[in-house]
């Protein structure tokens, strides 16, 4: 099977990139939260053992990683507006996975719109495509891989008085790898619990005590959530980290952080059209993280420019070569009510009794309430779990006295964490403050 990763080929939308065993791990965590029709995790059993059952290419699944990309730089910038000056953390692929689940209960206008709001066009691509292909993508992602943990999926909580089709059923548990469990919402505090406990279980006790102020009135609970654990190719050297370095939140206002430093040969690029500089990371196996570095003032302008031709771009422009690389050692979560921002960018209906979703139940009144999404980055030299301090690596004197480009993350910066197989943007994010988690 072809791979690609992200940006080093330039037949594809991203490419194969330069990678090398690693020993330094990297937490992520996201859960959605769909609150009425709520969007979060799927069950999946301990060891599951996930084959994915595809043509060796899947051009849809393709296609779709440009799509996605888009939805996710149009969502990133509602984000700005919603939460403006601020940090900003979400899964994109996540989201998309979660709405295109859903899409699966709905028909006429009520689907329409929500396809349309991720970037799909039903005269350009069939709906069996679109299940299709983010079949594969979830499979893809799910399926086990040495040194590095993912697992992304749904799980449906939905008021015991409806009764949900059994085509759907089979439809997002085959699909979507989708969970459905009928739940007492009448007793707020044990449906509150129930579905706590499971997202907590999901995350490996990382999400605790996720939903609050769960009402009486809640129809259904759908919880979507991504679980993501890698190791750098290069680890950080612990004894090389600052502690206490300024950086740069406005023009007014400094915090200090610990900074890790490292000199490696990375892949990077000076883009002159969006005044910015990029930096490619890679973990050991099958992802990689893009730090970019807006020039003083210009964050807006990068904002407003990235698309899914912004990373082809890149895919052909980066260069490999030393750096000296200073990046902050930081924890970072947001919080956000997906339900406005899905209502402004096109999905109306499903939020009000016009809300059509007779594939899912052929019960009344049906509709999504509230919306709300909470994802958490850890980054570091080493995870929170315990492992060997990675050792230290001494450069020999010709690479001491040479002068390598400095790239100094002490300002407001955008990180995007990518899976190479699937050309999947698992995070997208804006540190402005990185002691604010």
Not at 370 to 391: D, R, S, Y
Request: aromatic fraction near 10%; charge should be neutral.
């Amino acid at each position: 099977m072809e791979r690609f990763c992200f940006l080093r080929d330039a037949s594809g939308f991203f490419g194969m990139c330069y990678y090398h065993p690693s020993k330094m791990p990297l937490f992520l965590y996201l859960v959605l939260l769909v609150l009425g029709l709520h969007c979060a995790p799927p069950n999946s059993s301990e060891g599951k053992v996930t084959t994915c059952h595809f043509p060796q290419q899947n051009a849809t699944l393709y296609k779709m990683s440009s799509i996605n990309a888009d939805f996710a730089f149009n969502l990133y910038r509602r984000f700005t507006v919603e939460t403006p000056d601020r940090n900003i953390f979400f899964s994109p692929v996540s989201i998309s996975a979660a709405l295109a689940m859903l899409s699966t209960g709905t028909s006429s206008r009520t689907q329409t719109q929500i396809l349309e709001s991720l970037g799909f066009n039903l005269t350009d691509t069939s709906m069996a495509e679109i299940q299709q292909g983010f079949q594969h993508l979830i499979c893809s992602l799910n399926f086990p891989k040495k040194e590095l943990e993912l697992y992304m999926g749904n799980a449906l909580f939905i008021g015991k008085q409806l009764k949900p089709s059994p085509k759907f059923l089979d439809d997002v548990k085959n699909l979507y790898e989708t969970e459905v469990f009928s739940t007492n919402f009448s007793n707020v505090s044990a449906a509150q619990q129930a579905i706590n406990s499971h997202v907590e279980k999901q995350t490996k006790g990382k999400i605790v005590g996720l939903i609050q102020g769960l009402k009486q009135n809640t129809i259904m609970v759908l919880v979507n959530y991504i679980y993501f654990k890698a190791q750098w190719a290069n680890p950080f050297d612990p004894f090389k980290t600052q502690e206490d370095s300024s950086f740069l939140v406005d023009n007014t206002t400094r915090v200090q952080v610990p900074m890790m430093h490292q000199m490696e040969q990375y892949y990077h690029l000076v883009d002159t059209e969006l005044n910015c500089t990029v930096l490619q990371m890679d973990y050991s196996k099958n992802a990689l993280a893009l730090f970019v570095l807006p020039k003083e003032g210009q964050m807006k302008w990068v904002e407003g420019a990235m698309s899914s031709k912004t990373l082809k771009k890149w895919n052909r422009l980066l260069q490999k070569g030393w750096i000296d690389f200073f990046v902050p050692k930081f924890s970072i979560s947001a919080t956000y009510d997906l339900g406005a921002i899905l209502l402004k960018m096109g999905i109306q209906d499903a939020f009000t009794d016009n809300g059509d979703f007779p594939e899912l139940t052929e019960d009344n009144g049906l509709k999504l309430s509230k919306a709300a999404h909470k994802a958490v980055l850890h980054i570091g030299e080493k995870g929170t779990e315990a492992v060997a301090v990675p050792e230290v690596r001494f450069l020999d004197q010709a690479k001491i006295t040479l002068l390598h480009p400095i790239i100094q993350l002490d300002r407001s910066f955008l990180l995007l964490i990518l899976e190479k197989n699937t050309r999947s943007i698992l995070f997208l994010g804006k540190v402005v403050d990185p002691t604010k988690v």
